[in-house]
């Protein structure tokens, strides 16, 4: 099997990077700062307003479940959105054994998927205990025969998302040089182990040394790091001390969705800025899914939204908010502490997310 080729630039949060399928077709990533698939929080919706801020240089779908049955077509279409993107996104699958990957991947090509990622690394307990997610860490062969199963069955790119390890981080430079040996055109590792939680924190230099070990491999794919980051600057602080070719992440961005456009070289995000980019997710959600729906999801990124300095004069608004029942109330927060005018309905940005549920 032919190693995949990669084309990397200097160390910063932006510049493209290309990784090529066995077709050998290049998929050029815009920028190095990468928005990390989060179940629950990173469906069409939000993520196509993140995209719509700037500086996004690649997505996942929230994973698919590949288990009893392979995925049809049209699961993988409602997972990608209405949309398109200079900036990629793919599809990310997870499953505990090769069977019905074939069928899988190659209805995600016909979905219109950019590439194929592939889901070693999902550390809750409903997932590990079904021998998926990062339970295969443990079980390197069978990580290896996912992989080169989807690689065979398209021409797309197939990379692969894996933790640092179970317990221990002893078997990193193994686990890469394994899905690297088996074709993933690029890999990423979140640079925890299972056992630990999010409030524990990210270990670099467990980055280094996959990244070290990739270093001896002739043609060896790009590196992604995930993990520890908390702001715009810290894309091009874990790459410098990494060596890792490009970063993602995740819950920053649901703190902070502008931290790509800053990372990008852009301005971050005023008070008003901030507030408009909840009312327009509130908009898209409302269009889709109901008011309901919407009152979930803006406590959702009320737990964690810093953008804009909107809690900063007033932090006890947070926990008003979140035990807050009538949207209307939030919405008016919102369109206050941003300055906003609250008679004017807040305008959608493109045609992000409105029907992409």
Known sequence: MDAPRTTTTATSASGPFTIHGRSGRPLVFPGRALLAPMEGITDPLFRDLVIDL???????????????????????????????????????????????????????????????????????????????????????????????????????????????????????????LAAAAAGAALITVH???????????????????????????????????????????????????????????????????????????????????AAAFVLRYDAAICAARGPHASLTKLKQLTRYYRAGGLFAAEPEARQRLLRCADLAVVRAWYAAAGGLDTGQAPATSGAAGVSGG
């Open 191 to 273: 640079a925890r182990l299972r056992c630990q939680s999010y409030a524990e924190p990210a270990t670099w230099a467990w980055l280094a040394v996959a990244k070290a070990a990739l270093a001896q491999v002739p043609g060896a794919p790009p590196l992604v790091g995930n993990g520890g980051i908390e702001d715009a600057a810290d894309f091009v602080r874990l790459r410098a001390e990494t060596g890792c070719d490009a970063a993602m992440v995740g819950r920053a961005a649901l703190a902070d969705p502008f931290i790509f456009r800053v990372a990008a070289g852009g301005a971050p995000a005023d008070a008003a800025e």
């Open 54 to 176: 700037g500086g996004v240089g690649g997505a996942c779908t929230e994973f698919i479940r590949i288990s009893s049955s392979a995925m049809s077509a049209k699961v993988v279409a409602r997972e990608l959105g209405p949309r398109r993107h200079p900036c990629p996104v793919g599809v990310q699958f997870m499953a505990a054994e090769e069977r019905h990957v074939t069928a899988s991947v190659q209805a995600a090509e016909r979905a219109g998927a950019p590439w194929i990622d592939l889901n070693f690394g999902c550390p809750v307990p409903v997932v590990f205990n079904k021998c998926a997610g990062s339970a295969l860490l443990a079980k390197p062969e069978v990580l290896a025969r996912i992989i080169s199963t989807a690689v065979a069955a398209t021409g797309l790119p197939v990379s692969a998302k894996l933790r640092a390890g179970i317990d221990s981080p002893r078997h990193i430079a193994e686990l890469v």
